[in-house]
């Protein structure tokens, strides 16, 4: 093959393989931080160490102060950040308990929400009706024999409510420059998550191995992800940025299965597939005006 046709068949397939490399660059992190992270310093430290350094690579890398930021703007990044510190302090905890793929998958439900109601045609009672039936399958209601921890599938719900809450103040803000909006989220939610992991953790956080690790883990899970999934917005419609980055539970669960161990039952991957076919399908059906990216600098 010509190198032509080859560049012309990289061009056309990068944004896939960047969305691709972003969700298991996240995967990859928030695997790290589970083995390393969490019987050092627990979940809340997990928490802290890898949204604050990933708040220091940001605004390093973009320097947000170059920017003029009015007092209705700087009221849509606070809300905005708030709600992306919640996300990860609920989707960590929620971790100690869950599968990685599972805590993501019910996370899902956010975003997702999110998009139904934006659009509420016909048609979404298709996708509404696949999310129920992949979440009831996870969901411990008593009925289908499911095994999951309470108390982790509640912060998974959790981190899903504040995921959606992130998408609707993140529009709020969608006006201003993606590096600047990004890099003053992250500073407000490390801190939202930083006291809460100095109270927990104390002074564990300082260990060097902690600290070392931290940082590899947020450059991991968050600076590479980013960065790769705004050269993916380039270059796609916001439909297919959703429906490609709708992959990620099933990413997530195939990385905690080769990096935790993490195995999950026929019923358990029939139920992601419910909820990844759901997303998909409401980013597929999406009105243009409509269409809700799931794009963030996400807890997973």
Known sequence: MSASPLRSLLHRFFPFLAVL???????I???????????????????????????LLVLLLWRPWRWHLSRKDARAVMLYGAALGGMNLMFYMSLRTLPFGLAVAIEFAGPLAVAIWSSRRAVDFVWVALAIAGLGMLLPLGLNGSTLDPVGVFYALGAAVFWGLYIV?????????????VSLGLLVAALVVVPVGVAHAGAALLSPTVLLIGVAVAAVSSAIPISLEMMALKRLPKEAFGIMISMEPAVAALVAMALLGEHLSAVQWLAIGCIMAASMGSAMTAARPAAVAHTAPQAA
Request: zero cysteines.
């Open 21 to 27: 490399g972003s969700v298991t660059a996240l995967g």
């Open 29 to 55: 992190g928030t695997s790290w931080a589970k083995h390393w992270l969490f019987p050092v310093v627990g979940a809340q430290g997990t928490t802290t160490v890898r949204v604050g350094f990933s708040a």
């Open 169 to 181: 103040f993140g529009k709020r803000a969608g006006h201003l420059h993606a590096g600047h909006s």
